[in-house]
Structures are given as C-alpha cells and as structure tokens.
C-alpha cells in the first residue's frame, strides 16, 4: 500500500488475500468497525492500488464492536468472498469475480446466520469449495460451506470453551483437508 503507517493506523487487524500474482486485496476495519477494501491486479499498473487516492473504499455495513477481523479467502483464481460478523452477531458474506463487483451489491451483505462469538475463519480448497469456522454462543466450534449446492446448514463440533476462547484459524493444503487451530481455554495451549 502507498502511504505511511501512520496514515493506516484507524485500520484494525488487516486481512490480505490473493488469487495469484500481480492481483492482492486488503481488507480492514477502520475505527468506527466498518469494513474498506483496496485492491491492485493486472488491469492496472502493478505499483497502482485501487481506489488511487490514500483512503480504502466502503464495503458497507458494520460489524459487531467487539468483532476486530474479517475473513477473505480466494476460491480458484477468479473469485474473493469476504465474512463478518454484524451488529446482530450473525455471520455476512459479500463476494466477487474477476469483474471486481460486488455481490449481492456494493454495499449489501448476505446474511448466513448463526450467532457468533468470534470473528470468522476461512478457507477453501478448490473454486467449488469453502469453509467458514466460528466460535458460537455455547462457546463450541461450529462451521459451515459452501458447495455447488449453496450454503449448507451450521454443523456443531463436539467442543466446548470458556469465554476465553479466541477465535480459530484454518488453513487447507489438500483437497477434502482442513486443519482448524484454537487456543484453549483453561491452560491456554
């Protein structure tokens, strides 16, 4: 990104995904907990980000104030879905293609439900696969993807948290193989 740190400092946590080279999307919660994103990808000069001036662009909405993080995967090379969780602690997702348009709308978010505890996790393993992790409200982990066949329902993990639980991580190597990470609660290892 252009710019100093200093001019960065309201964006909590940043997110970065990409999709392969020269394309790169961060995303971040500026004070007032409301996501931006900036991009740079082959249609521009590779040293350009958009939007050009210093300042990221307004993905709409609001999260929940005690969320710090969003989650952004890619899904192949030709597309980007960001989650958060908002002001009603259910999980939102937006995504777009290479077109770089926004769905279901520039500022409009999808509602997945759920009520959370944690900021999301994602990951995906192939462009017709993804998977989102999040602590719920009994403290477990629950998760849910998304496959030719949609949005499938929440399913619940035989876990279970105090309140200290930080939200999980993700990460996928192979196809049908993730591995989720959590701190635990009691002695947090």
């Excluded at 309201?10 to 007032?32: D, R």
């Excluded at 307004?58 to 899904?75: D, I, K």
């Excluded at 978010?109 to 393993?125: D, E, K, R, V, Y």
């Excluded at 462009?127 to 496959?147: E, H, K, M, P």
């Amino acid at each position: 990104m252009s710019g100093s740190a200093s001019i960065l400092s309201s964006y909590a946590f940043p997110t970065a995904v990409s999709w392969g080279y020269p394309h790169l999307e961060v995303f971040a919660l500026n004070s007032n907990v409301y996501p931006e994103w900036k991009y740079r990808n082959s249609t521009v000069r590779s040293e350009d980000w958009q939007p050009t001036s210093q300042s990221f662009t307004s993905l709409g909405g609001q999260t929940a104030p005690y969320q710090l993080g969003m989650a952004a995967v890619a899904r192949g090379n030709t597309n980007v879905d960001i989650f958060v969780v908002g002001t009603d602690q259910e999980l939102y997702t937006k995504y777009h293609g290479t077109d770089m348009v926004w769905g279901p709308s520039a500022v409009d978010w999808m509602s997945l439900f759920g009520i959370l505890l944690s900021p999301p996790t994602s990951a995906s393993w192939a462009a017709d696969r993804l998977d989102i992790f999040v602590i719920n409200t009994a403290y477990g982990l629950s998760q849910t993807w998304w496959d030719e066949q949609g949005w499938h329902d929440w399913y619940g993990f035989n876990s279970q948290f105090t309140w200290k639980t930080y939200a999980p991580t993700v990460i996928s190597w192979a196809g049908n193989r993730y591995d989720v990470f959590l701190v635990g609660s009691e002695d947090q290892a």
